[in-house]
């Protein structure tokens, strides 16, 4: 399913015993790949196995191919697998957390994306900023930084700090503000800027470097005296394995749906429990793969706050799905869902609607934060 940004990929798994369980991920610019991984390994791996044994199909996804697996391969299998908890989850009569152990919680509080799909002005994401707390929302994230790669001129850095101040003034001292770099500057870029942003007393930076490097990352850590959050673009616990080992961060993110799913993202945050990192998980989904974070954050001791896009981008991405809580205008939390399985079901018609047209999303292009329709 493609909105005017984002293609949105949804996998139904239908039993012999008449139960329907669904998954669902954002694969960025690769969605034509998973969908050709997607079937090929629906005979080699998925036909015939059964839901309860996910980590056996895991295991035959995963290791089984003998390539290593990639963010397309790790995109199918927290897909399938979130799938599969749906099935456990209705077959046994209880939400998939309470089958992980139990809530530790009740109301998962939650931060606003998607937001800032305005000229890139200070006095428009002002604006934009008390949209959202007048919406509920107690936190929300924003990259200021245009098209920067590496480095910024100066006339670019000191638009991207007048930005900052006009969301902290317009949210007040109290609603959290998290500033995403999304993978741009090299460390001592990253360093300059994260100390110029200190006086607005950001929750968090994101990904002040690119990822490919945790080295470079430690590197960023040991100069920045805010919180580092990252993981987005990491696949399964092998490569946070090192992230750990550095202590490059305080905030971990890995996302469900690329991540090979929910049992996967439980092992990654007691991984980071260990090392006292909190858990932020990314989603950048529709209502599926929310629900199954929330799962996930009802059971983690180490639970921070989720993400969350669609009550400001692409609203009717909410239709597709009925059953997932709305984050709550009183406190700016999800309640969790109470019905078997991931509690949301699926609208068919609806996502046939808005069939699959391989959207190309550039975060290095001017205005990308418009978020309009690109070819």
């Known amino acids: 399913m493609s909105t005017a940004w984002r293609d949105l990929t949804f996998v139904r798994v239908d039993t012999d015993e008449g139960l329907t369980g669904y998954g669902e991920c ?103 900023a008390r949209k959202v707390v007048a919406r509920g929302y107690r936190g929300l994230k924003l990259d200021p930084f245009g098209a920067g790669w590496y480095e910024m001129e100066r006339a670019e850095r000191i638009l991207s700090l007048d930005i900052v101040a006009a969301v902290r003034d317009a949210v007040g001292p109290d609603v959290d503000i998290m500033v995403e770099m999304h993978g741009r500057f090299s460390p001592a870029q990253a360093i300059a800027v994260a100390r110029e942003l200190e006086p607005f007393e950001p929750c968090w930076v994101e990904e002040p470097v690119p990822p490919d490097n945790l080295k470079a990352l430690k590197k960023a850590a040991d100069g920045i005296r805010i919180p580092i959050a990252t993981g987005e673009r990491l696949e399964n616990k092998w490569c946070f394995r090192e992230l750990f080992e550095l202590e490059a961060c305080d905030i971990i993110q890995p996302d469900l749906s690329n991540s090979c799913g929910i049992l996967e993202g439980r092992k990654i945050a007691a991984m980071a429990e260990v090392c006292y990192m909190m858990v932020a998980p990314h989603n950048v989904g529709g209502p599926v793969s929310t629900a199954a974070a929330l799962h996930l954050d009802a059971v983690i001791p180490n639970f921070k706050v989720q993400e969350y896009f669609n009550d400001f981008v692409d609203e009717w991405v909410k239709q597709t799905a009925t059953g997932l809580p709305e984050v709550d205008p009183a406190d700016g939390c999800f309640t969790l869902p109470t019905s078997p399985g991931l509690g949301v079901t699926l609208n068919d018609d609806l996502v046939r609607e808005h069939p699959f047209e391989d959207r190309f999303f550039n975060l290095w292009d001017q205005d990308w934060n418009r978020r309009q329709q690109q070819p």
């Open 26 to 128: 954002r694969l960025p610019n690769r969605t034509a790949d998973l969908l050709a991984y997607l079937e090929s390994a629906k005979h080699r791996h998925i036909l015939g196995s059964d839901p309860f044994r996910t980590e056996d199909l895991v295991q035959r996804m995963f290791r089984d191919d003998f390539v290593r697996a990639g963010v397309v391969v790790g995109c199918a299998i927290g897909t399938v697998e979130m799938a599969c908890w749906d099935i456990i989850g209705k077959a046994c009569g209880q939400p998939v957390y309470r089958l992980l152990g139990g809530e530790l919680r009740e109301r998962i509080k939650a931060y606003a994306n998607g937001w800032y799909t305005v000229e890139r002005k200070p006095e428009d994401f002002h604006t934009a």
